[in-house]
Structure formats: C-alpha cells, structure tokens
C-alpha cells in the first residue's frame, strides 16, 4: 500500500505578549489619541475603510514593549541580529473583512500581527497554505508570525466592536544611509 503523500505546511508561529494587558491597553489607548489626527498616513482603501493605518513611531512610546518582544521574536526566527520593521495598525468595524493578500510586494522576510482588541465574532485570521487552512481565534496579545507571501484574510466582523491589530512586516537593514 502507497503512503499518502503529506504536503509541508508553511512554518506559522506563535508567541504571547509578556505582561500583555497592561502593553496592549496602553498600544489601544495611544491608537484612539492619534488615529484620526489630520497627518496620519492611510492606505488600502477598500468597501469604505482604509486597512492600513500609519502613526509615526515617535507619537506612540507605548509601541516600545511590543516592538522590542517582536523584533526579538522575528530575530529569532530568521536567525538575523539586525532586521528593518515596518508596521500599521488595522481597525476593523462591525460588518467589514480584509480580503485575502499577502505581503510580498517588497524584500520581507517575514510579516507579523498582534492582536490588540478581539470582540466576540470579531474575525478570525484565515491563513491559505496550499490547501490547508491555518486559522487563528485572535485575543489580546497573542502574536502570530508566517511568511510574507502566504495568503491571508481576515473573516467578516459580525460582532458589535471594532476588532484592532497592529501588523509587522521585518526585512533585511536597509543599505541606504
């Protein structure tokens, strides 16, 4: 008898935020101060809804503890002393998904997201490997790392909150001085 063959799933990791509820209520209330400020940068607009929203680095120091714990992840990971990390927070109101995409337009090396307001039914993240499915419950602080060109998506959200995340994506230092 022939052995099934069994296709390797791309490698998904997971990790949870160190000291997490304090971290992440702090990152929640930093994004409610500075979201709608007339100079942040908004992209991927789709169904009525920027996806991605950029607040400069230096208007968020409660940024710093989860930063830090995933650069240290995505290091690990990579096995590279030294990574570029780029990242935006996705805030998703009731009734809007993400729709599938990846994120290998530029050199990442790997993409990242940490969850940081979950509601019940809030959307499940959908990751496509092939035709496996990978898919993750978020909850405050849990931190999911895969590879750039993985397709993902997030599920509708059919609850009453608005689910927030903050997503990374790590590739090599830049040459540019």
Not at 67 to 87: E, K, N
Not at 128 to 134: M, N, P, S, W
Request: proline share 11%; charged share 25%; with cysteine.
């Amino acid at each position: 008898m022939t052995e099934p063959p069994i296709s390797a799933l791309t490698p998904v990791y997971f990790a949870e935020l160190p000291d997490a509820g304090d971290t992440v209520a702090a990152l929640v209330a930093a994004f409610d101060r500075e979201k709608d400020a007339d100079d942040i940068k908004r992209t991927h607009m789709f169904h009525g809804r920027f996806e991605n929203i950029y607040i400069p680095r230096p208007r968020l120091p409660e940024l710093a503890p989860l930063s830090d714990f995933v650069v240290a992840s995505a290091a690990r990971i990579l096995q590279r002393d030294t990574l570029r990390q780029g990242f935006w927070f996705n805030e998703m109101p009731p009734g809007h998904k993400t729709t599938l995409h990846s994120h290998e337009e530029d050199d990442e090396l790997l993409s990242a997201v940490c969850y940081l307001r979950c509601p019940e039914n809030g959307g499940r993240l959908i990751l496509h490997d092939d035709e496996a499915q990978i898919v993750v419950d978020p909850r405050p602080g849990l931190l999911v790392l895969f590879p750039p060109d993985l397709p993902h998506e997030v599920e509708f959200n059919a609850s009453d909150g608005t689910r927030l995340s903050v997503a990374f994506n790590f590739g090599p230092p830049s040459s540019a001085p």
